[in-house]
Nanobody, 119 residues
Framework: QVQLVESGGGLVQAGGSLRLSCAAS????????MGWFRQAPGKEREFVAT????????VYADPVKGRFTISRDNAKNTVYLQMNSLKPEDTASYYC????????????WGQGTQVTVSS
């Protein structure tokens, strides 16, 4: 069993920054890859970013490239999403996810944290 617990969401003005955190527990092999997805009201859940255990494999969705940075601290079993230059269209519930290999179809999900960007 794997548990993912997100934190760090909130309300921020456009152009501002937020850092999301996600702490994992359980079978380590289940979170070799950790990443973030988001879902805005009335829209489907979409991929944001993912990172491998070593950090050497990182993938970003086009809308966030150059603004968001994913990183991880394996000693703390934690993945981070640094979000800069936030836009109102970044408003969504952000979900942490994990999987043993990169398939973009994660096996495990966190409960989500809300990010609201005001214009």
């Amino acid at each position: 069993q794997v548990q993912l617990v997100e934190s760090g969401g909130g309300l921020v003005q456009a152009g501002g920054s937020l850092r999301l955190s996600c702490a994992a527990s359980g079978r380590t092999l289940s979170y070799v890859y950790m990443g973030w997805f988001r879902q805005a009201p009335g829209k489907e859940r979409e991929f944001v970013a993912t990172i491998s255990w070593s950090g050497g494999d990182q993938v970003y969705a086009d809308p966030v490239k150059g603004r968001f940075t994913i990183s991880r601290d394996n000693a703390k079993n934690t993945v981070y999403l640094q979000m800069n230059s936030l836009k109102p269209e970044d408003t969504a519930s952000y979900y942490c996810a994990s999987e043993p290999i990169r398939t973009m179809r994660p096996n495990y999900w966190g409960q989500g944290t809300q990010v609201t960007v005001s214009s």
